[in-house]
């Protein structure tokens, strides 16, 4: 075993089977299966050269140690940019079982999925997963795949179809997972009726109690660990934020400008937070009425202060307000808007063909002749039924078993990276509006998706604090989690209605849209391309409680922080497997803090690491793939140290001219009876030091 994963290796002639020390290396290539990552590509390519270069001998399997490195040498020559069809297993998924997890059912069966048919083995049911153990690893040797392949989370398992074999009365299960994968398992009906009765009781959940976040909670030690998540930002830190931010609402200047709204019992909107923050010249009174001109009564709250010298210039969020068809007008919400800036940018997250169209329920968006003091853009961003649409033709085509010539023109038909175009241009635009000195109002139809995706893009665009692990944390507790993203429907996390028209991958999106910032500027995150995976996989395992709700009060009245963990514990834990090894703190100023990406299609990453992750690739590519690599970084390290080499020539020979032209004008002082200044380091206090301070002897 190394690092808990299998390793088998086949020879010919093996003397002792199950006797690692009389094993051959150099009789075959080692089959080296179920590893993570990188790790499994490096140990393939490390065996294989080994038996290529050294001769036949017996060895001994030596088990690798813990914190062999692998990961930090990978990480750092391969960079972030994940090799092409690499297979990304994330440290913290296991096949093994969990705290809380308690096996249900074993079966035997024949599996088969999009790409391997015909796996004997065995389905075993959990509390927590549907998992697949094959009695045979033939089918699988010559590819790579992650640790977690056979591994489905119940919570990520979008429904099951039961039908009868006739011709050998055996019961066939279609299992269809939420991220597009497919599985078909064949069992005896006497089976197949006990399977069903587990995944019945263990797969729909009909109260919020029966996730296994809440069992698995109960079962972890540390108390004091899992809620450190929890506290990272809750509404109680909002005057801490803002300090952070730059406003302090104690300081006479600020409080002339901003108050906090106490929504403690959720009377004012019932999806935001219990505390935000509105201008201080809008009475209750009058907030009571914005509220009703607004829809689900998301009145504008304060997200971002962009800058807080001379005037602030200030981000905002709201839903649509309610003009109708009619135009109809709110002298309150007009006057809210004028109290936020003197010009206002008013960015619609819709199309407008949309926005109109919205009109018709009674809804619309802000005109120009009512609101003197904006002017209106429409963002062109299409609403959840495109992206679940969108989605669910990009799985269609990644897991698409067939390798054909279309296949990138599939990929452009699903729209989905065309939308993260269009979101991240909108992101620009408003940060560009903020540059140039104006407030800027953000809504799309109820606020919380649309909204909440370009409120924090733009924040992680201009706010080296949310680059970081907890201010990343940070800002998805604030702008999704606390004003109100329905992460439990959005997700169809209690499995009722898997067809669902209210599921969406609205938050995937958003992680996608980080990817390619980050893609782009890969010195300025503190965390790696795995972290933005794991919280991924995470959205659907159900194991915490961070997205088991729509809203705080959602939150509150289910109890999550206290009787579930959060993901940011888990994940903070674990951070030195996230850390960016290239990242680098930047500058206060404007130009070091703000970060402009590229929007434009050509310039965008499909994030493969993500989407194709369970698309078997063969070993033998990835280990020629690695191969290569590694000659190229051993080029590059030998012109390095050449450079170093003429580098230090060049030292040398500037040292001899410096002395050479310092003892000419010493001999030419005293002849001509110049003073000399004295430069004896007694005579000018400083204290001698024998050794030269850039002593390059010790280089190659």
């Known amino acids: 075993r190394v690092h808990g994963e299998e390793i088998k290796m086949e020879k010919e002639k093996m003397s002792t089977a199950n006797d690692p020390k009389s094993r051959d290396l150099t009789s075959e290539e080692p089959q080296v299966l179920m590893l993570d990552g990188y790790k499994q590509a490096i140990a393939s390519a490390m065996l294989v050269n080994d038996a290529k270069n050294r001769k036949p001998e017996k060895r001994e399997v030596q088990r690798e140690p813990e914190g062999d490195g692998l990961d930090e040498i990978a990480d750092t020559f391969f960079g972030l940019d994940e090799a092409p069809g690499m297979q990304m297993s994330f440290p913290t998924l296991s096949v093994e079982e969990i705290a809380g997890e308690s096996t249900i059912l074993a079966v035997r069966c024949q599996l088969s999925d999009l790409f391997f048919s015909g796996i004997r083995g065995t389905l075993i049911v959990s509390n927590y997963k549907l998992s697949f153990q094959p009695e045979s690893l033939s089918h699988l ?13 119940l919570s990520l398992i979008s429904r099951f179809e039961k039908s009868l074999h006739q011709r050998n009365s055996t019961m066939v299960f279609d299992i269809y997972s939420k991220d597009g994968r497919r599985l078909t398992a064949e069992v005896s009906t006497e089976q197949g009726d006990k399977l069903v009765t587990a995944l019945l009781n263990n797969f729909v959940k009909e109260n919020i109690n029966q996730f296994f976040a809440f069992k698995h909670f109960e079962a972890s030690p540390g108390s004091e660990e899992k809620q450190k998540g929890w506290e990272i930002y809750t509404s109680d830190h909002l005057t801490r934020e803002l300090l952070r931010q730059g406003v302090n609402l104690d300081a006479p200047e600020w409080q002339s400008r901003y108050r906090i709204v106490d929504n403690k019992n959720f009377n004012l909107c019932h999806s935001y937070p219990r505390q935000f923050v509105i201008p201080a010249n809008i009475s209750d009174v009058d907030l009571a009425q914005v509220a009703e001109f607004r829809a689900k009564r998301r009145i504008p709250a304060l997200s971002y202060v962009f800058q807080t010298t001379g005037a602030p210039i200030t981000l905002w969020r709201s839903s649509q307000c309610k003009a109708g068809l009619t135009r109809a007008r709110c002298i309150e919400d007009e006057r809210f808007i004028q109290e936020i800036g003197k010009s206002v940018h008013i960015y619609d997250a819709r199309p407008w063909a949309s926005a109109m169209a919205n009109r018709f329920g009674g809804h619309g968006y802000e005109s120009s002749s009512c609101y003197s003091n904006v002017e209106v853009f429409f963002l062109n961003i299409e609403n959840i039924h495109f992206v679940r649409e969108a989605q669910r033709k990009l799985a269609d085509v990644c897991l698409n078993p067939d390798d054909n010539a279309t296949w990138l023109s599939n990929l452009e038909q699903t729209k989905w990276i065309d939308q993260i175009s269009v979101i991240l241009k909108g992101a620009a635009r408003i940060l560009e509006s903020l540059s140039r000195g104006f407030s800027v109002l953000v809504h799309c139809s109820d606020g919380w998706d649309r909204t ?36 439990f429907t959005r997700a169809c996390q209690d499995n009722k209605d898997p067809f669902s028209n209210k599921r969406s991958p609205v938050f995937l999106q958003f992680l996608d849209c980080v990817h390619q910032i980050l893609n782009q500027f890969p010195s300025r995150f503190e965390f790696n391309l795995r972290f933005l995976g794991e919280i991924a996989y995470h959205i659907y395992s159900g194991r915490f409680g961070t997205f088991l709700a729509n809203s705080e009060k959602d939150l509150l009245e289910k109890d999550l922080p206290r009787k579930t963990t959060s993901l940011w514990s888990h994940l903070l834990a674990r951070k030195e497997a996230f850390k960016n090894p290239f990242y680098q703190f930047v500058g206060n100023t404007t130009e070091d803090r703000v970060l402009l990406p590229e929007t434009q299609v050509r310039h965008l990453r499909f994030w493969r690491e993500q989407f194709v992750r369970y698309c078997p690739s063969r070993k033998k590519t990835l280990i020629e793939y690695y191969q290569y690599r590694q ?14 080499s003429k580098l230090h020539e060049e030292n040398i020979k500037l040292r001899n001219n410096l002395a050479e032209k310092s003892t000419a004008m010493a001999h030419m002082s005293k002849e001509r009876g110049y003073p000399m200044p004295c430069l004896d380091k007694e005579e000018t206090g400083e204290e001698e030091d024998d050794e030269d301070e850039d002593d390059f002897t010790s280089l190659p």
């Open 141 to 153: 040797r010559d590819y790579i795949l992650p640790a977690d392949y056979f591994l489905f989370p």
């Open 452 to 487: 909440s995706l370009l409120t924090s893009l733009v924040q992680l665009l201009s706010d080296p604090y949310s680059r970081t692990f907890v201010g990343f944390a940070n800002l998805i507790t604030r702008e999704w989690i606390l004003f109100g993203h329905q992460f």
């Open 631 to 644: 000659e190229g970084m051993d080029l590059f390290l030998k012109r390095a140290l050449q450079e170093i």
